[in-house]
Structure formats: structure tokens, C-alpha cells
């Protein structure tokens, strides 16, 4: 059976690197999209949220903040702004950043551009207590 070969790199690491891949399903900006082996091919932009990846007959997930995948012969790449794997990420951090988005987002006085970037930390700071909950709820099964 053909499988995809899937490289997952921001601009400080590659996150996550495999040539066994069976499945990726990616939030892109038209909807949830899934990649599987002889996809045609493709060049969209990624929402931010939760990343799937199917391999070896389990599911792996990751938080995506936004970025773009290219799919091309079995090969699927994707540059994302920031990515990262459940245990990778610091709750305390994450809570943190979403009470500071909301505390800005709560003040009226704010331009588009504040309100669209506290919104953007918002939504990154959700997919990553997001992801935690979804790993804590499946350890939990
Ligand atoms: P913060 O305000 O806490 O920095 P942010 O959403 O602005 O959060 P990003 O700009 O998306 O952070 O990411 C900067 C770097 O920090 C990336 O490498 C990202 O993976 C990492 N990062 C951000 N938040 C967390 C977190 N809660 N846990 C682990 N890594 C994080």
C-alpha cells in the first residue's frame, strides 16, 4: 500500500518527520481536509487548530497555528507558523496567554489590528488547551 511521506517544519525545528504515514487530516481555510496517498496535488493555507495524523493504526495529534501545506506524489509537506505535539506543551503557559488575549479583548478601547492580533493569540492559546484536553481524555479511555 503507497504512503505518504509527511514533514512538519516551522522555522525553528522540524516538528514532526515520517515517511509511513497512512492519513493527514489538516483544518484548512475552506474546512477540514484530508490528505491520503495519491492525492492530487495541492498548494492551501492552514487554519490554526488541531492537526491529525494517522500511522501505523493510530491517530496523532498536534497543534497547528496557521501556515501551508503543499501535497505533491505522496509527499506532504507543510511550513507552519508554530506546531506542537500535547506533551510539548506548557498549560500554565497556554492558560496564561488566553487570559491576557481575553483581557485585551476586553477593553474597548483597541484598534483592528490589536483586536486581530489578541483574537489570533486567543485562538493559538485554544487549540493548545484544546489538544492538552483531547490527550488527557484519550489517555483516560
Ligand atoms: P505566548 O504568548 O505564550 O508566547 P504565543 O501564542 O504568542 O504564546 P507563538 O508565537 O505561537 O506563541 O509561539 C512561539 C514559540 O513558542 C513556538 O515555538 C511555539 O511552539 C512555542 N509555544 C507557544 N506557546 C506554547 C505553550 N503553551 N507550550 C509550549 N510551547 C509553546
Sequence with gaps: ??????????AERIVYSAEDVEKVVIPGVEG???????????????????LRIGRGGQE????????????RE??????????????EIDVERAEAARRRAQERMAQRRMDDIEWAMAQAALRRALARLKLVERARRRRGR
Design 32 to 50: 477540514e481536509l484530508t490528505v491520503l496517498p495519491r492525492h492530487a496535488p495541492l498548494m492551501t493555507m492552514i487554519q490554526p487548530g488541531i
Design 74 to 87: 505522496n509527499k506532504v509537506t507543510i511550513l507552519a507558523d508554530a506546531a506542537e505535539r500535547a506533551e
Design 1 to 10: 500500500m503507497a504512503l505518504l511521506k509527511l514533514e512538519i517544519i516551522t
Design 60 to 71: 496523532e495529534e498536534l497543534a497547528i497555528h496557521g501556515g501551508f501545506i503543499e501535497v
